[in-house]
């Protein structure tokens, strides 16, 4: 019995420290016409891809983008093979 209560706590402190969440997006300006691809880091709470449009569409909007779509979330080891194509990009929202 203590060994099972013994899990489920392990468990339950590896679920509270998840890993870093990322997520890549496409966005535009209008007048003339811009398009944006991107990497930002979002709280882990919004590891999926609605809640991190619905985290990163304010960030944008702040900047004059206009959120098109979360791609994906991924976590810290997505990050290298991403980081070339978002260019100037890259964690900068």
């Known amino acids: 019995m203590k060994q099972l209560i013994l899990i ?5 402190i590896a679920g509270t420290a998840q890993a870093e969440c990322y997520a890549d997006y496409k966005a535009k300006r209008d007048n003339p016409l811009q398009l944006q691809y991107g990497v930002a880091k979002v709280s882990d709470g919004a590891c999926s ?3 991190a449009a619905r985290e ?3 960030r944008l909007r702040a900047a004059g983008w206009t959120l098109l779509t979360v ?5 810290p080891e997505g990050l290298a093979q991403r ?3 978002a260019g100037p990009f890259f964690l900068r929202y």
């Open 71 to 75: 791609v994906s979330t991924f976590g």
């Open 8 to 12: 489920c706590a392990l468990i339950a």
């Open 56 to 58: 990163l569409a304010p």
């Open 49 to 51: 891809k609605q809640q």
């Open 83 to 85: 980081k070339a194509s």
